[in-house]
């Protein structure tokens, strides 16, 4: 995933299912200025409630 940001403008982002777990996702987030070689890239790792609507 963080290889496709490196392609990517600046505050792109990706938002996949979690590697560890099924339950949960994680971000992505390229951020910086620099050339790609020296730019950052986050990830972030969350859970995302399941709501049942009726």
Do not use: H
């Amino acid at each position: 995933a963080e290889s496709l940001l490196t392609l990517c403008k600046e505050c792109s982002y990706l938002v996949r299912n979690s590697e560890t777990s099924r339950l949960d996702y994680s971000l992505s987030l390229r951020y910086g200025t620099a050339p790609l070689s020296q730019s950052a890239i986050a990830t972030f790792y969350f859970f995302v409630p399941s709501i049942t609507v009726k």
